[in-house]
């Protein structure tokens, strides 16, 4: 599957049912490849999945990142299944082992080792494959992976790698991890605005939830941050390396950092420079490949 260079992320969950239609039509007509949308509060993924694909024409639409601990295996395997064969094969399902509060607090499982609990998930999805009597060779997965661990198994059985909340530096070290053959998807936040106070006021909001989560902060401290580096809502430094600010050019100067490191795709998430939810469509428009 050929993703684009350029794709888009954002959160869907306080969208409505027009806005997600809107959002699915503006990101296709401006020329992005890829629409990933995140597994979090509200929408189920093959819902919200097949909801966007109906209102579009030619967009890839990915889950970023459906959460395993949601659904066995087997009903991935026909929910991934369904939408491609409903749509045209747009469909990738991306997925990921989440978090330990939203496993344990939120849903009521038990969180495991992350590798080996999704090396076992692919094990049962390959053989309700073959339980269901359907083709393994062109199966649209993506793996959330950050670690070398998790981004070698993603490049084993999987199309490639979808990090998160990362920096240009990440591209090189999953490309080197996963060989030259799998996907480097690699999404980045992007600030439309020039003024950093505005700016980092808004990264901060943005990247809030995410400061107490070991998943990230540890790769974070393998990207070069250190415990510092969290307090106080969040160092200027982390957050201009997690939201690039500025105005157009400058923004697409630093997202070009991912290519040269190594990175298939970039995924952009565009936060509103007045902290409000919802994708910043003056960022999409400037920083369009059409």
Same mark, same amino acid.
């Given at each position: ?8 992320? &954002?959160?869907? !969950?306080?969208?409505?049912?027009? =806005? ?7 990101? @296709? ?8 949308? /995140? ?32 659904? !066995?295996?087997?009903?991935? +395997? ?22 330990? /509060?939203? +496993?344990?607090?939120? #849903?009521?499982? =038990?969180? $495991?080792?992350?590798?080996? &609990? ?7 999805? !390959? ?10 060779? !062109? $199966? ?10 998790? %981004? $070698?198994?993603?490049?084993? #059985? ?8 990362? &920096? ?5 070290? %999953?490309?080197? &991890? ?8 690699? @999404?980045?936040? +992007? ?12 990264? #901060? ?31 200027? #430094?982390?957050?201009?390396?997690? +939201? ?11 997202? @070009?950092?991912?290519?040269? =490191? ?6 952009? =998430? ?18 369009? /490949?059409?």
């Amino acid at each position: 599957m050929k993703f684009g260079k350029y794709g888009v992320f &954002t959160f869907t !969950d306080a969208m409505n049912a027009a =806005q997600c239609a809107e959002l699915a039509q503006r990101v @296709e007509g401006l020329g992005y490849s890829t629409l990933w949308y /995140p597994e979090a509060f509200n929408y189920e993924t093959f819902a919200i999945g097949g909801y966007l694909l109906s209102h579009s024409k030619k967009l890839i639409v990915a889950s970023g990142i459906a959460n395993i601990y949601a659904r !066995d295996p087997a009903a991935s +395997v026909m929910g991934h299944n369904s939408l491609n064969s409903l749509y045209g094969d747009r469909f990738v399902l991306g997925l990921g082992v989440s978090h330990a /509060p939203l +496993v344990a607090d939120m #849903r009521g499982h =038990q969180y $495991k080792q992350p590798v080996a &609990t999704m090396r076992a998930y692919l094990d049962a999805m !390959d053989q309700a494959w073959t339980a269901l009597g359907a083709g393994q060779t !062109d $199966k649209k997965l993506v793996l959330a992976a950050l670690g070398p661990n998790m %981004s $070698k198994l993603a490049a084993e #059985r999987t199309l490639g790698a979808f990090p998160y909340n990362i &920096t240009p530096a990440q591209a090189a070290i %999953s490309r080197a &991890t996963m060989g030259p053959d799998a996907a480097v998807i690699c @999404e980045q936040k +992007v600030c439309l605005s020039t003024d950093p106070v505005a700016a980092r006021k808004a990264a #901060r909001a943005a990247l809030g939830p995410y400061l107490p989560l070991p998943n990230y902060y540890k790769n974070w401290f393998r990207l070069g941050f250190d415990e510092s580096d969290l307090k106080d809502g969040g160092s200027d #430094r982390l957050m201009d390396a997690m +939201v690039f600010w500025g105005d157009a050019a400058q923004i697409k100067t630093k997202l @070009e950092a991912y290519f040269d =490191q190594g990175a298939d795709q970039v995924v952009i =998430q565009p936060i509103r420079a007045d902290g409000q939810p919802g994708p910043c469509w003056a960022a999409l428009e400037a920083l369009a /490949p059409a």
